[in-house]
C-alpha cells in the first residue's frame, strides 16, 4: 500500500496521546509505511525540519503548538508548503472546517475512525498530491462566520477537497442517526407491546379494580422513568444493593423457618450475583481510560504470587526479561487467570509460567495442573455470561488485552490443566536491558 508511484513514504503523527500515537503507528507500520512520532507541534515541527516527510497525520488539539498552527506554519514555508497535512480532530462543526481552510489543511479525520477508512483515505492524498502542490501563495480571501473573520488562502483543489470530505462526513453522520433513528423507533414498539399486554392483563382483573388502578400507575411511572433511567448513578445502584444484601441477612438472622431460610439464601446469592455485574459495569468503563503502560512481567507476576501463596508459580528465567505494553488493567488480568485456575481447576497445585518469541509475537503461556477445559468450550469461556459464576471474568480479560492488540486463548488439554496463551504483537513488547 505504501509503494506510491514506487517511492517510499514516510508519515509523520502528531500526537499527544502516546496510546493513540502508538496504536496508528501500529497501523501504519503494518500497511509498509515508514513511521515517526512526535508528541506535541512543536517536536513535530523540529521532526519535519530534520527531515521532511511524505505527509504528515496531526491531530488538532495538542500542547504547546495545536495541529492548525502547526499546519498553517508548514504551508507558510515554500520547503514545507507542499507537504500533505491532515487534521485529526474530535470536534466538526463549520468552524473547525474554516479553521482547516484558513490553515491550509489537505483533508480532516474525525475521531473516531475506523482503520480502513484512515488507510484508504491517505492513500487517496498521496495519489493526488501532485495535483494540490502549489508554489504560489493566494489572494486571503475573508470569510465572516459566527462572530468570527477567516482568511483563507488555500487553493481551489484543497477547498474542493475539504468540502467533499465534510459532506462525506455529514452524510455518514445521518446515517448514523438514522440508524439510531430506526433503533429508537424498535425501542418503542417494543414498549408499546409491553403497554398493550399490561392493559390485556388489567381486563382480566376486573374484580380488582383497586389492584387494577396500581398497576396502571406504576405503569405510567415506569414509562416516566424510562427516561430518567440513564441518569442513575453506579454509585447509588451499589448502595442499594448493599443495603438489600443487609436486610436479606437480617431476614436470615430472624426466620428459623428452614425452606425460608433456603428461600433467602438463594436470594443472597442472586443479590450478589447482581451487586457483581453492577461491578463489571465499573471495569467495562475503565478500559482504556488511563492509556496503556510498559509493565515488567516480573513485578506483575511477584504481586500475584503475594497474593496467591495457597500455589506454587513457577516462573521461567525468560519471562523476567520482559515488559510488555498494556493497559493498567493488567492486574486484573492476571488476577482472573490464577482466581480462574483456583475456582475452576480443581485440584491446582502449581502454576508455570514462560515466555518466547516466534515470529516477532511474544507468546506468555500461563499453564496449571488442574482439571483443564473440554474441547468444546476453548472459546466459549471466553463468552460474556458463560460460566458457574457471572461469566465476566474471562471476557473482561479478553477486552482489556485487545486494548493493545494482545489475543488470548486457551490451549491446554482436557485432565492436564489449563493453558492461557497470551499473544503480544512485536510493537507492545521488548526485552530488559
Known amino acids: 500500500m505504501a509503494d506510491i508511484q514506487n517511492e517510499t513514504v514516510s508519515i509523520l503523527i502528531a500526537e499527544d496521546s502516546k496510546t493513540q500515537a502508538e496504536i496508528l503507528r501500529h497501523l501504519l507500520d503494518k500497511a509498509g509505511y515508514i513511521v515517526r512520532v512526535a508528541y506535541n507541534g512543536r517536536q513535530a515541527l523540529e521532526e519535519i525540519q530534520r527531515e521532511l516527510p511524505t505527509l ?3 491531530d488538532v488539539m495538542m500542547p504547546e503548538m495545536n ?3 502547526l ?9 514545507t508548503r507542499n507537504i500533505p497535512v491532515i487534521l485529526v480532530t474530535q470536534l466538526f462543526d463549520p468552524r473547525d472546517v474554516l479553521s482547516g481552510l484558513e490553515c491550509g489543511a489537505d483533508n480532516f479525520i474525525i475521531k473516531p475512525y475506523e482503520a480502513a477508512y484512515l488507510l484508504d483515505r491517505i492513500k487517496v492524498i498521496l495519489a493526488n498530491r501532485t495535483i494540490n502542490q502549489d508554489d504560489s501563495v493566494e489572494p486571503g480571501v475573508s470569510v465572516f462566520f459566527s462572530g468570527s473573520t477567516h482568511v483563507i488562502t488555500s487553493n481551489r483543489q484543497k477547498i474542493l477537497n ?3 470530505s465534510t459532506y462525506e462526513i455529514a452524510i455518514s453522520k445521518n446515517n448514523e442517526l438514522n440508524e439510531a433513528k430506526d433503533r429508537l423507533a424498535s425501542v418503542n414498539d417494543q414498549l408499546s407491546d409491553a403497554n398493550n ?8 382483573l376486573k374484580n380488582e379494580i383497586s389492584e387494577r388502578k396500581r398497576v396502571e400507575l406504576s405503569l405510567s411511572q415506569a414509562n416516566k422513568k424510562l427516561g430518567l433511567l ?8 451499589k448502595n442499594t444493593m448493599m443495603a438489600l444484601l443487609s436486610y436479606n441477612e437480617l431476614a436470615k438472622m430472624d426466620s428459623p423457618d428452614p425452606h425460608f431460610q433456603e428461600y433467602l439464601e438463594r436470594e443472597g446469592q442472586l443479590l450478589s450475583r447482581l451487586s457483581a455485574q453492577i461491578e463489571f459495569t465499573r471495569l467495562y468503563e475503565e478500559l482504556g481510560v488511563k492509556g496503556a503502560v510498559w509493565i515488567q512481567l516480573e513485578d506483575l507476576i511477584h504481586k500475584m504470587s503475594v497474593s496467591f501463596t495457597q500455589i506454587a508459580v513457577i516462573v521461567e528465567p525468560d519471562v523476567n526479561q520482559y515488559e510488555i505494553f498494556v493497559d493498567p488493567l493488567i492486574e486484573k488480568v492476571f488476577y482472573n487467570l490464577f482466581d480462574n485456575a483456583l475456582r475452576h481447576g480443581e485440584h491446582v497445585t502449581t502454576i508455570h509460567i514462560s515466555a518466547c518469541e516466534k515470529e516477532g509475537i511474544l507468546e506468555l503461556k500461563i499453564a496449571d495442573d488442574g482439571a483443564g477445559v473440554a474441547d468444546g468450550d476453548k472459546e466459549q469461556i471466553f463468552g460474556r455470561g458463560y460460566g458457574k459464576n457471572t461469566g465476566l471474568g ?6 482489556i488485552l485487545s486494548i493493545t492488540d494482545i489475543s488470548i486463548i486457551e490451549n491446554g488439554k482436557q485432565g492436564e490443566g489449563a493453558c492461557f496463551v497470551l499473544s503480544v504483537p512485536k510493537v507492545h513488547f521488548r526485552k530488559l536491558s
Open 197 to 204: 399486554e399490561l392493559l390485556r392483563i388489567n381486563d382480566d
Open 67 to 69: 495541529g492548525y498552527e
Open 394 to 399: 474471562l471476557f473482561l480479560v479478553r477486552e
Open 230 to 237: 440513564s441518569s442513575i448513578t453506579r454509585h447509588d445502584m
Open 162 to 164: 475539504i468540502l467533499l
Open 71 to 79: 499546519c498553517k506554519t508548514l504551508k507558510a514555508d515554500p520547503v
Open 56 to 58: 504528515v497525520l496531526t
